[in-house]
């Protein structure tokens, strides 16, 4: 894959959010530019753009068609601890925590979480 393009409806808390936990994954940033930026890790690279005003009314629902989830690898049951103490004093959304570091499966730990957006 050469690259995901994400549009989100606030390009400041985006970039924000974007900004800390990316390059704790081993991303650097890539490009920046009025109505977005992205960040690239080898070949690949995140796209974030700001949605035009007049599509924000339409929201997101990861349940909706469309992209869900993005999954990002670490390489410890610590890294995976240490990114869910940082995104809950960041007072992000982590969902399902009753599953926690558990995905479905015993060999799949993870944290999972909401993105932060202007209306959250």
């Known amino acids: 894959m050469d690259h995901l393009e994400i549009y989100v409806s606030s390009l400041k808390t985006s970039y ?3 900004s800390w ?5 081993g ?17 690949f690279y995140l796209v974030f ?3 035009q005003a007049k599509y924000l ?6 349940c909706n ?4 989830h993005l999954a990002f ?7 995976v601890d ?3 103490k940082q995104l809950e004093q960041q007072q992000v959304t982590l969902l399902y925590p009753e599953r926690y570091p558990y995905a479905g499966a015993r060999t799949i730990m993870l944290a999972f979480l909401k993105t932060p957006t202007a209306s959250n």
């Open 82 to 84: 240490f990114f869910k």
């Open 21 to 25: 936990l990316l390059p704790q994954l």
């Open 27 to 43: 991303f650097e940033a890539y490009q920046n530019w009025a109505a977005g930026f992205s960040f690239r890790k080898k070949d």
């Open 16 to 18: 924000t959010f974007y």
């Open 73 to 79: 690898s670490v390489s410890s049951r610590a890294k």
């Open 65 to 68: 068609v469309g992209l869900n």
């Open 49 to 51: 753009v700001q949605t």
């Open 57 to 62: 009314a339409n929201g997101y629902n990861r």
